[in-house]
T-cell receptor, first 115, second 114 residues
Framework: DSGVTQTPKHLITATGQRVTLRCSPRSGDLSVYWYQQSLDQGLQFLIHYYNGEERAKGNILERFSAQQFPDLHSELNLSSLELGDSALYFC??????????????FGPGTRLLVL | DQQVKQNSPSLSVQEGRISILNCDYTNSMFDYFLWYKKYPAEGPTFLISISSIKDKNEDGRFTVFLNKSAKHLSLHIVPSQPGDSAVYFCAASGGGNTGNQFYFGTGTSLTVIP
């Protein structure tokens, strides 16, 4: 158990809908990262938050947004969903600013299926 | 464009033998490399890492080798055990145009046969 929790574990929804994925980092970790893993793809970095502030953006679509709250939990909002958004979404956390040598601890993921 | 590639989707090895997982990268700005292991229904967990100033890093049964000129790294598991059966992801990070984020490969599914 990494100490990172993600809810829900599974989510089935329809095209055009909006969903919110939630992540609670390990106790004491200030950084939260979101990744998307589509079929036969590696984990694609979406976005990084540190202590409530956005630090870096990766291949995140404009239909997607995220935020980190004062209690450090984070939410990833996916809107106007398309079939291609079906994927595993992972959240990870790390202690500090997320330097390249800082270990990231991953949650179990949320599997999203868009029908 | 996939900057970190794992060209073998799967690998089967007999228990007790060596497992060799390979990873190639394209961006010369990468200078830190990691391997993560993932069991079904769990998130990836950190296994071992190597900085570009080294060409080898060892941790118990796990050794990572880095060949910078070939932009290639490999993970050796000796001896392989059934509990090592999992998906292994290679990841890279660095400065410059890499944005200091982690880039992951597509993973290699290792099966260790008892």
């Amino acid at each position: 158990d990494s100490g990172v929790t993600q809810t829900p574990k599974h989510l089935i929804t329809a095209t055009g809908q909006r969903v919110t994925l939630r992540c609670s980092p390990r106790s004491g970790d200030l950084s939260v990262y979101w990744y998307q893993q589509s079929l036969d793809q590696g984990l694609q970095f979406l976005i990084h938050y540190y202590n409530g502030e956005e630090r870096a953006k990766g291949n995140i679509l404009e239909r997607f947004s995220a935020q980190q709250f004062p209690d450090l939990h984070s939410e990833l909002n996916l809107s106007s969903l398309e079939l291609g958004d079906s994927a595993l979404y992972f959240c990870a956390s790390s202690v500090a600013l997320g330097g390249k040598q800082e270990t990231q601890y991953f949650g179990p993921g949320t599997r999203l299926l868009v029908l | 464009d996939q900057q970190v590639k794992q060209n073998s989707p799967s690998l089967s090895v007999q228990e007790g033998r060596i497992s060799i997982l390979n990873c190639d990268y394209t961006n010369s700005m990468f200078d830190y490399f990691l391997w993560y292991k993932k069991y079904p229904a769990e998130g990836p967990t950190f296994l071992i890492s190597i900085s570009s100033i080294k060409d080898k890093n060892e941790d118990g049964r796990f050794t990572v080798f880095l060949n910078k000129s070939a932009k290639h790294l490999s993970l050796h598991i000796v001896p392989s055990q059934p509990g090592d059966s999992a998906v292994y992801f290679c990841a890279a990070s660095g400065g410059g145009n890499t944005g200091n984020q982690f880039y992951f490969g597509t993973g290699t599914s290792l099966t260790v046969i008892p």
